[in-house]
């Protein structure tokens, strides 16, 4: 690629979160990540309009992952294109494009175990109903190791980087390393003060990734993720940044190994702390926040170090389990 290619964040907001998407303004524009129904109309018309841009030259929509405030505009999005963009999302987080039960099917079979809340279902399943602006089927389903074009000479890259979802990828503009990545690094977390990630060894795995093989020049993040004292990270990182927030999403999640092996060896406990059964971590690492509030990432992510221990062939979690290629 011979000439830059612009970024520009767009902002779009839901309660307690910021829902950034990202335009990139190439020969084919397109924009990563979509935000909740609302925000094609709210948040995307306006900020491309003050770039004399239009919505409707929009020809490809990225999603870096498939949770419900990063795929819930994308139909809303497809519709003010005519239809014409293409719609991108890795196989493995496709069913939560196709489907709002997916959601709700992925709630039941993980943090719900612990955040028994008898109206948890019901409030998700509205909740989808309300920020999905339609179900669909991607026009292009990606794995890692794909090169698309925007046209011209600007080209993106398709990189897995599984761990806060299985489905989550990184798309690297070409030439200039410009970095996409959704949540796939989580620092302190967000607005709940937690990591959040369903695969451990994918999560240290995909970060390792980046910090060696990709090595991003700019890097986008998907809400602003916070420092160990509560300070947020922009969402448009520059090198030295990024190998930051890198190398410390990496060692908090080694202090979260530590404190989760070490639970998870002492045995789970039952107890009146609204952190349990996984008390003595939130009580190793400090954690104060409130971990019922979605999307709940203190008990997604222990509940992966637990499915992670239970599925381990010894029955110590892994530190150093291979993941299938990046791409």
Request: proline share 7%; aromatic share 8%.
């Amino acid at each position: 690629m011979t000439d830059s290619v612009a970024v520009h964040p767009m902002v779009s907001p839901w309660g307690r979160f910021g829902l950034y998407s990202f335009f990139i303004d190439a020969p084919e524009p397109a924009i990563v990540d979509t935000g909740i129904a609302s925000s094609p109309a709210q948040g995307m018309i306006p900020a491309l309009e003050k770039l004399g841009r239009r919505i409707e030259d929009v020809r490809w929509i990225l999603l870096t992952h498939g949770h419900i405030d990063h795929i819930g505009g994308a139909f809303a999005l497809w519709e003010l294109t005519g239809r014409r963009a293409q719609v991108v999302i890795h196989e493995a987080d496709a069913p939560l494009l196709r489907s709002r039960r997916a959601h709700v099917d992925e709630y039941l079979s993980g943090r719900a175990q612990y955040l028994l809340d008898p109206d948890g279902e019901a409030q998700l399943t509205a909740a989808t109903n309300a920020v999905i602006s339609g179900e669909m089927e991607p026009t292009l389903l990606v794995r890692g190791g794909e090169t698309i074009s925007l046209g011209g000479d600007v080209t993106v890259s398709v990189h897995a980087i599984p761990g806060h979802t299985p489905g989550s990828v990184a798309y690297v503009v070409d030439g200039q390393n410009d970095v996409f990545v959704g949540d796939a690094v989580q620092v302190h977390g967000a607005a709940n003060g937690f990591p959040g990630f369903v695969d451990p060894a994918g999560y240290r795995s995909s970060l390792q990734f980046l910090c060696d093989e990709i090595r991003p020049q700019r890097l986008y993040l998907g809400h602003p993720y916070r420092r160990a004292d509560g300070a947020p990270y922009g969402v448009e990182l520059d090198a030295g940044q990024a190998r930051e927030a890198l190398q410390e999403s990496l060692e908090i999640e080694a202090r979260v190994q530590n404190a989760a092996f070490g639970c998870l060896a002492a045995g789970l406990q039952d107890t009146d702390s609204p952190y349990s059964p996984f008390a003595r971590v939130a009580e190793d690492l400090g954690y104060a926040g409130d971990p019922t509030l979605e999307p709940s990432p203190f008990f997604t992510t222990l509940h992966g170090y637990r499915t992670a221990l239970d599925h381990s062939p010894s029955n110590h979690l892994p530190e150093d389990e291979e993941i299938s290629t990046h791409g």
